[in-house]
């Protein structure tokens, strides 16, 4: 099944449709999806390592946009859609402890989870909630998610031949170390 998945995300990137997909995955996840887009970016690069920046260039804009949709959610629904994805995340009752002293470090806040594994949609829906200066949001946002995705784009961009066989000889491997990345994100938010 992996390896189904893993040639079809391959096969994927090689489509007219594959930018349209990463936009779609990394502006929902910048707000409320769990799944980051380095799930399909980085098979996109490896397909088409010519393309890397470009890649790197939708990811970005795709998820500052998204960014920009999850501090609206923070800054004008919280009550009704805001409260919900912190429930989701089980971070509503810690939410509350954490908007009084947001601000103080609000732009470095947005910084550290764009850049991390750190689930980036709560520090937007914090932005918002907090009201955090909506400029300062936006350039810690393209600082952070441009810094995140161009450094992975130059790594496969460089090494992408090497690190394909290295994955596709080791992808069961691989599929664990990013499950465990992915879930040390969601433990530091101790939503697990």
């Known amino acids: 099944m992996l390896r189904g998945l893993y040639d079809w995300t391959i096969s994927l990137a090689r489509t007219p449709y594959a930018l349209w997909a990463l936009a779609a995955v990394a502006f ?11 799930v399909l970016m ?27 949709l999850g501090y609206f959610i923070g800054f004008a629904l919280y009550d009704s859609v ?15 402890e954490f908007a009084v002293t947001y601000n103080s470090y609000g732009a470095w806040a947005v910084l ?7 689930p980036y949609k709560v520090i937007t829906i914090a932005s918002g909630v907090t009201q955090l200066s909506l400029p300062v949001f936006i350039f810690a946002s393209i600082t952070a998610r441009a810094l995140r995705f161009f450094l992975v784009a130059a790594l ?28 040390g994100g969601f433990a530091l938010l101790g939503v697990l």
């Not at 550290?112 to 750190?118: E, K, L, N």
């Open 28 to 38: 929902i996840e910048s707000s409320f999806f769990p799944i980051p887009p380095d």
């Open 42 to 68: 980085i098979p996109m690069i490896i397909a088409r390592p010519s393309r890397a920046f470009l890649i790197a260039g939708v990811a970005t804009i795709a998820s500052v946009l998204g960014g920009m």
């Open 82 to 96: 805001g409260v919900q994805i912190l429930q989701f995340y089980g971070k509503e009752d810690y939410f509350a």
């Open 112 to 118: 550290v989870a764009g850049v991390t594994p750190f």
């Open 156 to 183: 496969l961009w460089k090494f992408g031949e090497p690190i394909r066989d290295f994955i596709e000889r080791r992808l069961g491997l691989m599929f664990i170390l990013f499950c465990v990345l992915l879930l």
